[in-house]
T-cell receptor
Framework: GESVGLHLPTLSVQEGDNSIINCAYS??????FIWYKQESGKGPQFIID?????DKRQGQRVTVLLNKTVKHLSLQIAATQPGDSAVYFC?????????????FGAGTQVVVTP | NAGVTQTPKFQVLKTGQSMTLQCAQD?????MSWYRQDPGMGLRLIHY???????DQGEVPNGYNVSRSTTEDFPLRLLSAAPSQTSVYFC????????????FGPGTRLTVL
């Protein structure tokens, strides 16, 4: 079936550098995407979302870019801090579902080094 | 607001035992759901509910039952535990249509021997 996936399982980033986490999706009908952060031993937390009518959306130190042509989205974290160490998931809204089910990618582990 | 609470945090079962994972939310959310999280895989939807008395199957419902007698509570029952059900289970809730306001509980780590 169609799925959301991630390119890299682990990303090591030096403190202060920018992080880029990538995600590919295969359902061309997907029109809404979310990034989640999951710290060790906790449930996922919403970071930022984007609709398919947008190419870019910015939050506090985070930016999500959406490229519908190649079905790819990325999460950029500016000036990465130790507290950013976590697993990051992308998810897309299953467009054929009337109740808004989300389909999750496997996740990327971000490790921030001093 | 306590948000979404789950009990227990950890549980060890023997194959064939049954148990109930509890989930409660105090945000008056209509939509509640259960996911399992396995290493190297994304969250997979087990069951969900769009309101009291209404439940439906997700992607991996086999071996699990749910009920929704109140808006606040959404327990997940394992009927006869199997080692393949060893996983971390997350409950989540949100208002209908509010996909960016989905809150997850802290999770239950279940081991089936």
């Amino acid at each position: 079936g169609e799925s959301v996936g991630l390119h890299l399982p682990t990303l090591s980033v030096q403190e202060g550098d920018n992080s880029i986490i990538n995600c590919a999706y295969s359902n061309s009908a997907s029109d809404y995407f979310i990034w989640y952060k999951q710290e060790s031993g906790k449930g996922p937390q919403f970071i930022i979302d984007i609709r398919s009518n947008m190419d870019k959306r910015q939050g506090q130190r985070v930016t999500v870019l959406l490229n519908k042509t190649v079905k790819h989205l990325s999460l950029q974290i500016a000036a990465t801090q130790p507290g950013d160490s976590a697993v990051y998931f992308c998810a897309d809204l299953i467009p054929t579902d009337s109740w808004g089910k989300l389909q999750f990618g496997a996740g990327t582990q971000v490790v921030v080094t001093p | 607001n306590a948000g979404v609470t789950q009990t227990p945090k950890f549980q060890v079962l023997k194959t064939g035992q049954s148990m109930t994972l509890q989930c409660a939310q105090d945000m008056n959310h209509e939509y509640m759901s259960w996911y399992r999280q396995d290493p190297g895989m994304g969250l997979r939807l087990i069951h969900y509910s769009v309101g009291a008395g209404i439940t439906d199957q997700g992607e991996v419902p086999n071996g699990y039952n749910v009920s929704r007698s109140t808006t606040e509570d959404f327990p997940l029952r394992l009927l006869s535990a199997a080692p393949s059900q060893t996983s971390v289970y997350f409950c989540a809730s949100r208002a209908l249509g509010e996909y960016n306001e989905q809150f997850f509980g802290p999770g239950t780590r279940l081991t089936v021997l």
